[in-house]
């Protein structure tokens, strides 16, 4: 399974826009990169899905270079309601839905 | 809808005794998982079971176990606790057995003692 990296911690302040970059270099062809957003005693939601290029939903974008080893999650005009832990995944098609999570970038919004 | 949905809520046990935790999916979800989170951790992946059969198991001893049954709903099993097994366990249903969402619920907190 590919393993990924990713900043322990941002700080950010009301309506900016967060940018958090996961690596993850032996991604696999079969791999899927993927976004889980956790708030405390909460279990974690699902952000957003891609494999390749840019991918944009109503809450956030990713971005994903030609070469996969990396991916950058965009959170725009972010608020206070947007202080979570966020967690970037790669998910094996073929892995029966076994989700690997890191530690997190734990994102603090300020006002 | 229902999402997924719990319980209980917060459990406390002493080391040595069982525990059984339940979890019943999204209405139409026939896959269930179950992850460990310790405080300050990522979650753990324990187990999955897709229509009642074992999908996929983690690094766990065999003091976990699981299973699920005809209405999709499962049970997740810790005999012979420890202090270590205190943490929120949490379980999440997908649709399908292959490559999807996961939807998880507000887990059930577990503390040791």
């Known amino acids: 399974l590919a393993k990924t990296t990713q900043p322990i911690s941002m700080d950010s302040y009301e309506g900016q826009e967060v940018n958090i970059t996961c ?24 952000i957003i899905q891609g494999y390749k290029t840019k991918v944009t939903n109503e809450v956030a974008s ?16 972010v608020s206070l309601s947007d202080t979570a832990v966020y967690y970037c995944l790669v998910v094996d098609n073929n892995a029966g839905n076994m989700l690997t999570f890191g530690g997190g970038t734990r994102l603090m919004v300020k006002p | 809808d229902a999402g997924v949905t719990q319980s ?9 005794q069982h ?21 300050g951790q990522g979650p753990q992946f324990i187990f999955q079971y897709y229509e009642k059969e074992e999908r996929g ?14 209405n999709y709903s499962s049970e997740l ?5 420890l202090l270590g097994d205190s943490a929120l366990y949490l379980c999440a249903s997908i649709t399908s057995g292959g490559l999807g969402e996961q939807f ?5 907190r577990l503390t040791v003692l």
């Open chain 2, 77 to 81: 099993n810790v005999n012979a606790l």
């Open chain 2, 19 to 39: 525990v059984t935790l339940r979890c019943s999916p999204i209405s139409g979800h026939k896959s269930v998982s179950w992850y460990q989170q310790v405080l």
């Open chain 2, 8 to 16: 209980p809520t917060h459990l406390i046990k002493t080391r040595g």
């Open chain 1, 23 to 46: 690596s993850h270099n032996n991604i696999a062809t079969n791999d899927y990169i993927t976004w889980y957003q956790q708030f405390p005693s909460q279990g974690p939601r699902f």
């Open chain 2, 104 to 108: 998880f619920g507000p887990g059930t």
């Open chain 1, 62 to 77: 990713l971005f994903i270079p030609a070469d996969r080893k990396s991916s950058t999650l965009s959170l725009p005009r």
């Open chain 2, 57 to 70: 198991r983690g690094n766990f001893p065999d003091r976990f176990s699981a299973r699920q049954f005809p």
